[in-house]
């Protein structure tokens, strides 16, 4: 009989991440690196146990290899525990049929006997592909004050982004009134951080009821919080006024990256008061060259530079050889840029080779579109790439229509 717990956690992780092709070509979202040396999962993660949340069902899919490579058994964010801790919980074959999770509800639902497990009074749903610092006590101490069945994390965005959100309404005490997935004409600006505490009665029974439902897509934002609303169930608006980045587009995902840099950043990583746990990787420190130039830019673990780096975001165990350039960008891990290669406003993946005097990209002075290369691609010596492509593979550069 495992431990009973008060609140555990359940981890949205197996998102295809279709609007981060082609970072997402082989690798599930929540394991695209942020940072410099992070994953954007760690941030969740590193929210739980912070918050002292020590039970964490990870529910992984898409091209969940890298992903649950990286997890393990959960050490690096003290998750690795006799009595709770990291679970990894992938769809498995039942005595009765073998299917994949068909939505984040669903995806849920089918691990109600590990929720039971723990016998908890209080189960966070969590996304594995947002980036923010968030405090959960906080949210779960205002969820019990306001005898809540379920409290929903909100966010205030601008009125022109609230159809890309389910956007909810709510009284002067916080009780949500209404509640509409991605409305076309909405009528508030508190958008869903995908962040919920159910009491886990109410969740259980609600999952059972969607997923009884022929007609339902089994998902929590489109169905289960709708069908809680219209039974007139106590639910709740928290208000949360930190950084939040939803980073499920390539423009997004530099975005956050940049809000990592600046005089003042907009997303302090180096927080001591809250700190982002992350695997680390056996490598030496970086390496700054007698003629390099750097500023306004993070460089990872295992970075020798020599060349120059310039408002930009650089993982572990990159080379920037002598003569080459990064500047507003974002370099993943292990990339190579040869002598004079320059890289531009751009995204460039895990494992990627610039070959000598190659230049990708442009300038924000020059324009504004973002260039993107996928993992695993050498471009070869002299090569330009156009502003705005996107390389999925060496292919791409013999048809640089598509």
Not at 75 to 93: A, C, R
Not at 149 to 174: H, K, Q, W, Y
Not at 283 to 304: K, L, Q, W, Y
Request: hydrophobic fraction near 35%.
């Amino acid at each position: 009989m495992a431990e009973k717990k008060k609140i555990i956690a359940m981890l949205l992780a197996g998102g295809q991440g279709r609007r981060l092709v082609p970072l997402t070509n082989s690798t599930a979202k929540p394991a695209v690196p942020f940072g410099g040396k992070y994953r954007i999962i760690d941030f969740p993660l590193s929210n739980c146990i912070n918050s002292n949340i020590d039970t964490v069902g990870v529910l992984t899919q898409y091209q969940p290899m890298e992903l649950n490579d990286y997890l393990g058994r959960g050490e690096p964010w003290d998750l690795n525990l006799k009595y709770g801790g990291m679970h990894i919980l992938p769809p498995y074959e039942s005595d009765k049929k073998a299917e994949w999770f068909m939505g984040t509800a669903n995806a849920v639902y089918q691990n109600i006997r590990f929720i039971n497990r723990y016998s908890p009074e209080y189960v966070l749903i969590l996304s594995g592909d947002h980036v923010y610092k968030m405090d959960y006590r906080i949210m779960l101490d205002e969820h019990i004050s306001n005898g809540a069945d379920c409290t929903i994390s909100v966010i205030n965005v601008p009125l022109e982004e609230a159809c890309r959100f389910g956007i909810m309404t709510t009284d002067e005490t916080g009780r949500i009134i209404e509640f509409h997935e991605k409305p076309s004409k909405p009528n508030s600006t508190l958008a869903s951080m995908g962040v919920y505490i159910f009491n886990t009665d109410k969740l259980i029974r609600y999952l059972g009821e969607d997923a009884m439902d022929a007609e339902s897509d089994n998902d929590f934002g489109k169905n289960v919080i709708p069908r809680m609303l219209s039974s007139g169930e106590r639910m709740f608006a928290y208000l949360y006024g930190g950084y939040w980045k939803d980073v499920g587009t390539l423009e997004s995902l530099w975005l956050s990256n940049m809000d990592t840099i600046g005089d003042v950043p907009v997303l302090l990583l180096n927080d001591p008061g809250w700190k982002i746990y992350y695997r680390h990787g056996n490598t030496h420190p970086e390496m700054i060259g007698p003629r390099a130039s750097v500023s306004n830019s993070v460089i990872g673990d295992g970075g020798s530079i020599y060349g120059s780096v310039r408002d930009s975001v650089v993982s572990s165990n990159v080379l920037v050889s002598e003569g080459a350039g990064i500047s507003e960008s974002v370099v993943m891990q292990n990339c190579v840029l040869e002598a004079d290669a320059q890289v531009c406003h751009s995204i460039i993946g895990e494992n990627v080779v610039i070959g000598e005097g190659s230049h990708v990209g442009e300038t924000l002075e020059e324009g504004n579109r973002l260039t993107v290369i996928g993992p695993n691609i050498r471009i070869s010596a002299g090569t330009v790439v156009l502003p705005g492509q996107i390389i999925s593979s060496e292919e791409d550069f013999r048809n640089p229509a598509n």
